[in-house]
């Protein structure tokens, strides 16, 4: 196929149109007549394109990314599991799309049901009492959930609880949630096996610590089995324990978070409920809690009484995250897929995800240094190359598997390795897919020694090669005007 | 198995083989037996897809399809056929956040697109790969204020923004510890004096406007961005994208920031959401964006290409450092308004507004005419308006309901002294003989 690289803006031409629109019959009325001083006078620089140019130009540049459809995706902690096509089409239902968020709730009762019956399902599956749907991704259910663990310190007049303690290896996101939920991060280390120190957690469990957020298993895969005796200092110090659902995967059909003794938590349903990541969204980050926090889930909350259910706002809510109720059109696919696997197959996603994760690990673990042996959960994670003799990094190991057809793991994540490859296959991955990556990655391990240079200034085969990172930060182009008046340094 | 998975029986035991174990429950052993999981869900079974389809139909007849008189927030706006089409390629939906540039290509092109496209529509210089929602953006354009202002703690806020989006506002506020003031408004529009006082005893980081606003109303900003700029605050505009084709910019009116909600680009109303967040900004605050953000560049053999970029701003590089804890974005729906504004261009966005503006105007003037119905302000409006009416307002919604048509939105239950309010919206997508069937209904229900 051709090589296309064109911007949209490349194929205007005055004139084209790619619109469909009717008559005005009442051109009585002008908007002319809006005072010219509330008038836009500047030019909006869109383009003018004809509609078969518009799909042809998409269509065109779709061909140069890389899906789930595409091929295999094995990109740690992401939980790239296959979208079933069933969820698209339930989530373009008329019947659904076309309600306004503010119609009455008598004119809405099947989606205010879906709404209920996936926030009642996530509670059974998480073994909490309730949930909210209506943070939009993993990151704002964080944030919304620590909301709530301020929530209720601060309702119980218990004010001088600022701290949330973080471990070294958490995402991210857990720190800077916290920071904008107005709390103070405190870390603790993990222990050279990787899970929590509790030696370590001790000392820092005095009152003025809110909680501890916790992912179980954590970014290394490892289930943390000291979990109930954590659970059991953290409130006996009076703090609260959050969970990152974000690898909530490996433990469907195996445990559920609430029994661990966790109080508040979020799940990403693009990541465990086969939602779509959409190239970076929608995703869906609903946060659920234990009974005692229940009145604290932000507004507007799902309620049910007799066969009419209805949204409110509650006193004691947290206030709102989103301007209406979150991403319902993600949640019609998590729901979808709930009831598509049904009580029998969700068991299974933990079982053959964990399973794949291993048989993974336990095939490259010759050529890939593996620093935490042992069973992993739904992931586990490389410190490069078991032989770093001629200088192949991660990095180029990450490029050259483009090369072959594949999307790269997480890399340089945790951040307690140097070399960090994470590697999640998730259930939907067959044993022959499988395979034929772990050859792949045995056959860059041997080229890395054989023939470093080609891995070094891998990919070879994609759409562009690697790119100046350094240029595009130091001298920002990130408009379509600006790359016209960007003058090539010489 | 379930059509879901691939393993069969033997590649089962392959598996298993290989990692030396016996059992699927081994994988598990370490998990305390006090919390292990010994019996299904409290779920129901499996459903196929026959099923599926039977059970989401059912579900389905239980909303009831409205003709949409209603805006607030979200409006009911034409969709071009492509637009559903093109968003059911799986290379796009699919795929994860760009991490590997090489083969993201298509969803950072699309990105660059979007940047380029709102910056274009909000005048200002430069625009992130998008938010969650109208209502998030204008909380973290907050942040980016105070962040910027250093020493300063408190926000303004007009009366005339979106409740919701105020909701939003406050509750981020409440919990970083930002003092939000509300600035009152006067006859549907901002209080300018009130303003000018609250600026003059200091402390402000940022000022949060709107255009249109709550009212549908389109506010004159003049000399906001003086004031505001002379007490070393920021202005912040939260505007309706698909308006500012006709309207005045944020960027004309002098804002620093720029912010809103794509769906007015003719988004599925989709019970509210997902739809996507927008923010825009003046060059300078470039790196007190939060979230991802695209840039151009070039590969090893000098070929065009696009990278996320300004990385050092984000959570993952500093962690309880960073200003924001947001580490995704609407991606899909920013290539869906991206694919809109490319096939509306600035004529067919032009003839949006236009039509929306007849509808709405005609409709006034109609209403008014019924002797039930006065409009609530004098000020000019472009497709949403509010009236008072001597009809009783829940009556009247249940009417209109009971024959297919989602009328005004009450204002009772967002502000003081509207409780005989209601707030129309008219867009392109309604035509005459629509309107003329609402106010044939309004009459009934006045005999």
Redesign the interface.
């Known amino acids: 196929m051709k090589q296309y ?1 064109k ?3 490349e194929l205007s031409k005055k004139g ?7 008559e ?8 002319k007549a ?2 010219v ?13 004809s ?1 078969p140019e ?2 042809r ?3 065109n ?10 091929g295999f ?1 094995p ?1 740690g902690s ?1 939980t ?1 599991k ?3 096509k ?1 969820n ?3 989530a ?13 709730a ?6 205010l ?2 709404y209920y019956n996936l926030s009642q ?1 996530l509670a ?2 998480a073994g909490l009492a309730a949930f909210t749907l209506n943070p ?5 259910g ?2 919304a959930g ?2 709530i663990m ?1 929530q209720y310190h601060m309702k119980r007049g218990d004010l001088k609880r600022t701290k949330v303690i973080v471990p070294n290896s958490a ?3 857990n ?8 709390m103070d ?1 405190v870390e603790v280390q993990s222990t050279p096996e990787g899970t929590i120190d509790v030696e370590a957690l001790k000392p820092l469990l005095d009152e003025t610590i809110a909680g501890i957020m916790m992912t179980n298993p954590n970014t290394l895969g490892i ?1 943390e ?1 000291e ?2 005796e954590i659970a059991g200092l953290v409130h006996a110090a009076g703090g609260l324990l959050y969970y990152d659902g974000a690898n909530l995967n490996p433990l469907l ?4 978070p609430g ?2 003794g966790f109080d508040i938590m979020h799940i990403n349903l693009h990541k465990t409920f ?1 939602t ?8 869906s980050g609903p946060v659920g809690v234990a009974q005692r926090l229940v009145e604290y889930l ?2 507007p909350q799902i309620k049910k009484e007799g066969d009419r259910y209805f949204f409110v706002n509650g006193k004691d809510a ?13 949640m019609m696919r998590a729901y ?1 897929y ?11 996603v ?3 995800a ?3 994760a ?2 993974i690990k ?2 490259l673990k010759e050529y890939y240094e593996l620093p935490i042996k042992g ?1 992993c ?1 739904h992931e586990f994670v490389f410190d490069g190359l078991a032989d770093k003799s001629t200088g192949v990094t991660t990095l180029d190991i ?2 050259r598997l ?1 090369d072959h057809g594949y ?2 793991p ?1 890399i340089y ?1 945790p951040m307690l390795f140097h070399q960090s490859i994470m590697i999640e296959p998730t ?5 022959e ?1 499988m395979d034929e990556f772990i050859e792949v990655m045995k056959k860059i391990a041997i080229e890395a020694i054989e023939d470093p240079q080609t891995v070094k ?1 891998a ?1 070879h085969t ?8 350094t ?3 130091r001298k ?8 016209l008046n ?1 003058t090539p340094e010489s | 198995m379930h059509n879901y998975f691939p393993q069969t029986d033997a590649d089962i035991a392959t598996m298993l083989q290989r990692v030396g174990i016996g059992s699927m429950d081994e994988l598990f052993a370490e998990i305390p037996e006090s919390v292990r999981l010994r019996k299904d869900y409290d779920l129901p079974s499996s459903l196929s897809e026959t099923e599926i389809r039977e059970f989401f139909a059912a579900l389905g007849d239980k909303n009831k399809p409205l003709t949409c008189f209603a805006g607030a927030g979200a409006y009911d706006h034409y969709a071009p056929a492509v637009i559903a089409q093109i968003l059911l390629r799986s290379e796009f939906y699919t795929s994860y956040t760009p991490y590997q540039p090489e083969i993201g290509q298509g969803t950072l092109q699309y990105i660059f697109e979007f940047q380029s496209m709102i910056s274009g529509m909000t005048g200002m210089e430069c625009t992130n790969a998008s938010m969650y929602d109208g209502a998030t953006a204008t909380a973290e354009a907050m942040f980016m204020a105070v962040a910027q202002a250093k020493k300063k703690n408190k926000v303004l806020i007009s009366a005339t923004v979106h409740p919701n989006v105020r909701a939003v506002v406050d509750t981020y506020a409440l919990f970083k510890g930002i003092e939000v003031s509300e600035i009152a408004e006067k006859n549907g529009v901002t209080d300018k004096a009130d303003m000018e006082a609250q600026l003059a005893v200091g402390d402000v980081a940022g000022v949060i406007v709107s255009t249109p606003n709550f009212y549908g109303i389109l506010e004159d900003y003049s000399g906001y961005s003086e004031a505001v700029h002379g007490s070393k605050a920021l202005l912040i505009m939260h505007a309706d994208p698909s308006a500012l084709a006709v309207v005045k910019s944020p960027a004309e009116w002098g804002a620093d920031i720029a912010c809103g909600d794509g769906q007015p680009l003719g988004m599925p109303l989709n019970f509210g959401g997902p739809y996507v967040g927008y923010l825009s900004a003046t060059k300078d605050l470039v790196r007190k964006l939060p979230g991802r953000i695209v840039g151009a560049t070039h590969d090893v053999d000098g070929k065009r290409a696009f990278v996320l970029t300004l990385q050092a701003r984000e959570q993952h590089i500093r962690r309880e450092k960073a200003n924001s804890n947001i580490c995704s974005n609407q991606s899909l729906m920013a290539l869906y308004v991206t694919i809109y504004m490319a096939l509306m261009g600035p004529e067919g966005l032009k003839k949006v507004n236009e039509l929306s503006y007849s509808g709405a105007h005609y409709l006034l003037d109609e209403l008014v005419a019924t002797g039930a119905f006065t409009p609530a302000f004098d000020q000019p409006f472009l497709k949403e308006f509010a009236v008072r009416t001597t009809l009783d307002v829940k009556k009247l919604q249940s009417k209109l309901i009971k024959k297919g048509m989602l009328g005004g939105i009450a204002l009772g239950s967002y502000k003081k002294g509207m409780e005989d309010c209601l707030l129309f919206c008219v867009t392109e997508k309604r035509s005459k003989a629509q309107i003329d069937q609402l106010i044939t209904i309004i009459k009934e229900e006045m005999l």
Do not use: W
């Open positions: 690289d911007l949209i803006f084209r149109m790619g619109y469909s629109l009717p005005n019959k009442l051109p009585e009325y002008s908007f809006i005072p001083a509330l008038q836009r006078s500047l030019e909006t620089g869109l383009p003018e394109v509609e518009v799909v130009h998409y269509t540049i779709s061909n140069r990314n890389f899906g789930l459809d595409t995706y990109l992401c790239m296959y979208n079933p069933i698209e089409e339930i373009a239902l008329p019947a659904f799309t076309s309600l306004h968020p503010l119609q009455p008598e004119t809405a009762q099947g989606a049901e879906v399902s059974e599956i939009f991704a993993g990151a704002h964080e944030l620590l909301m301020k995402h991210g996101t720190p800077a949630s916290a920071m904008v939920c107005g991060v289930f089995t979990i109930l059909g195996q445990c559920r029994d661990m086969s779509p990541h959409g190239g970076g969204g929608p995703g932000p507004n947290i206030g709102s995250v989103s301007g209406f109720a979150g991403n319902f059109g993600v979808t709930i009831l598509s696997l049904g009580k029998e197959n969700l068991r299974q933990g079982e053959l964990t399973l794949s291993n048989y336990e095939s069973i959960k990450a490029k483009l999307h790269a997480t994540f259930e939907t991955e067959s044993l897919t200034t990919p994609t759409p562009v090669r690697r790119l100046d990172e240029t595009a930060a920002p182009i990130l408009r379509y005007v600006d790359l960007d």
